[in-house]
DNA sequence: TTGTTACTTGACAATAAGTGTCAAATATAG
DNA sequence: CTATATTTGACACTTATTGTCAAGTAACAA
C-alpha cells in the first residue's frame, strides 16, 4: 500500500528524473517536491495534473490515490472509522440524487 | 438524511431546550451554536460529547455522523468520489494492521 | 404600538494552519 | 575531496479558523 509521496517518488525514480527536473517541469521549488514526495507536503491539483503528465501516471488515478490518502489518514485514528466510510458513502449518493439544495 | 447540524437542532427543539440553554451548558457562544446548527462552524470533540450529554444523543454516532458529513462534503464534488472511499479503506485497513510506521 | 424573547448575522481581532523561498546541512556517489 | 542530489529548518507571507460581541431580524404578547 503506497502513499501517494511514495508513488511519485517510485516512478520518478524509475525514469530516472531528478528533483530537480521535475521540479522545474512542475513550476514548483525542489523543496517542495521533496517534501511532497516525504508526505510532509500536500500537493495541490495543479501540481499533481503536472506530475501525472511527466511522470506519466494516469491522472484520474493519481487524483484518487491523492484524495483517500488524505481521508485514510484523517480517520485512520478513529475506532468507528469503517462505519464512517459508509455513511460518508450514503451521504454522498444523497447529495448527488438531490443537487440543488446548500 | 440529516446533516449534523439538524441532528442538533431537532432534538433540542424536541426537548424543548433554547440555543442559550444548550450553548450554557456547552460552555459556548449561542452564536456559535447557532451557526453549527445551520453548519456554518463545525463543533470540537469536546464540544460533540457535551452537545451529545444534554441532547440525550449517542456520542459515538454523533462522532460518526459529524466526520461523515466532512468527508462527505469533501469529496462530494469529484466524480471519483466512491472509488475514492473504496481506496481509503483499503488503506486505513493497511494503516491499522501496519501501526507502527510514519 | 411597544416590549420581549429567540435566534441570526456580520465585523472584529486573535490564533492557527498552510504556503513558497532560500540557504545551510546531509547524504550519495565518483 | 568534490560534486551532485536531496533534506531540513527558518523565515515571511497568505489564508483559514476561531471566539466575542453588538446589532440585526422575526414572531408574538401585552
Same mark, same amino acid.
Given at each position: 500500500?503506497?502513499?501517494?509521496?511514495?508513488?511519485?517518488?517510485?516512478?520518478?525514480?524509475?525514469?530516472?528524473?531528478?528533483?530537480?527536473?521535475?521540479? +522545474? %517541469?512542475?513550476?514548483? #521549488?525542489?523543496?517542495?517536491? *521533496? /517534501?511532497?514526495?516525504?508526505?510532509?507536503? =500536500?500537493?495541490? $491539483?495543479?501540481?499533481?495534473?503536472?506530475?501525472?503528465?511527466?511522470?506519466?501516471?494516469?491522472?484520474?488515478?493519481?487524483?484518487?490515490?491523492?484524495?483517500?490518502?488524505?481521508? +485514510? %489518514?484523517?480517520?485512520? #485514528?478513529?475506532?468507528?472509522? *469503517? /462505519?464512517?466510510?459508509?455513511?460518508?458513502? =450514503?451521504?454522498? $449518493?444523497?447529495?448527488?440524487?438531490?443537487?440543488?439544495?446548500?
Amino acid at each position: 500500500m503506497e502513499t501517494i509521496g511514495q508513488i511519485l517518488r517510485n516512478k520518478r525514480q524509475t525514469l530516472g528524473l531528478l528533483l530537480r527536473q521535475v521540479s +522545474a %517541469y512542475v513550476d514548483i #521549488d525542489q523543496a517542495i517536491l *521533496s /517534501k511532497i514526495e516525504r508526505n510532509e507536503r =500536500k500537493p495541490t $491539483k495543479e501540481m499533481l495534473d503536472k506530475l501525472a503528465e511527466i511522470l506519466k501516471l494516469d491522472k484520474d488515478e493519481l487524483l484518487i490515490q491523492f484524495i483517500s490518502d488524505k481521508i +485514510a %489518514y484523517e480517520i485512520v #485514528d478513529e475506532d468507528c472509522a *469503517s /462505519k464512517v466510510l459508509k455513511v460518508a458513502e =450514503k451521504k454522498i $449518493k444523497y447529495l448527488k440524487s438531490h443537487p440543488i439544495q446548500n
